[in-house]
């Protein structure tokens, strides 16, 4: 059964006319039927079976026929902050990250970056790289979609009080820490660039308390790594 994500409320015995994005997929692209079920869900947890109603040149209803509590998260709640990449490099880590459970994506700016966001096209490119992490709990079952916000400085966001207590930075060819991952399952990890974190920036993390966490003797391309470090994360915690 297909599954959508939907920005509008949902309640068991309503009909409701379909978003315009909706819409077009399921309608225009799937060339879906009246009677036809999908499963919708807004992020605000659980999950909706609802079944095509009426369809119209422009618009559609669907019928809000039961609700499932389900709830598919990850056993680790992890704020990424992710340096910046181009081109297919950061889509990927995007969606893989979000297919992994990750709770918020941070896109961070560095020393090595590769780009820069700029006005216009800012807003363009976050809708993008939001409408992928939709697109990747479309796809895995989850209920809840990851916030992906607008770039801050790394230096900034290490600082940041509002971060967890436990932090650790990927920091390939360092002297890495004791690692230890507590009991709490909330954590921050940051991953930097194609061309790796500065030495200076990783002082910087060090000094706000990012414990350097070096995964195996192969340095991982920016891409990769949070794959590699949310799901060692998922195994240790669903472990417990």
């Not at 999908?38 to 992020?43: D, K, L, R, T």
């Not at 598919?72 to 902050?81: D, E």
């Not at 990250?97 to 976050?126: F, H, P, W």
Request: net charge negative; aromatic share 8%.
């Amino acid at each position: 059964m297909n599954r959508f994500y939907i920005e509008t409320e949902l309640n068991t015995g309503n009909t409701i006319e379909l978003t315009e994005s909706v819409f077009h997929h399921w309608v225009r692209v799937l060339r879906a039927k009246e009677q036809d079920q999908a499963i919708f869900f807004n992020g605000k947890g659980g999950e909706y079976i609802v079944t095509l109603t009426e369809i119209n040149k422009k618009n559609a209803f669907v019928s809000i026929d039961q609700f499932n509590s389900i709830d598919r998260t990850a056993p680790v709640k992890v704020i990424l902050g992710q340096v910046m990449s181009k081109g297919d490099r950061m889509d990927y880590a995007i969606q893989k990250a979000t297919e992994l459970g990750v709770t918020t994506i941070q896109l961070l700016t560095s020393e090595r970056c590769e780009m820069r966001l700029r006005y216009e096209r800012d807003q363009k490119k976050l809708d993008h790289w939001q409408s992928i992490a939709i697109a990747a709990c479309e796809q895995c079952g989850m209920n809840k979609v990851p916030n992906v916000l607008a770039p801050i400085s790394l230096t900034d966001w290490v600082k940041s009080a509002q971060l967890p207590q436990s932090r650790f930075v990927l920091a390939p060819n360092k002297d890495q820490e004791n690692v230890v991952l507590n009991s709490q399952p909330n954590l921050a990890l940051l991953i930097g660039p194609e061309g790796g974190l500065s030495e200076a920036e990783i002082d910087a993390a060090n000094q706000n308390h990012f414990q350097n966490w070096c995964i195996g003797d192969r340095v991982l391309r920016t891409e990769t790594a949070p794959v590699v470090a949310l799901s060692i994360l998922n195994y240790h915690f669903s472990t417990k």
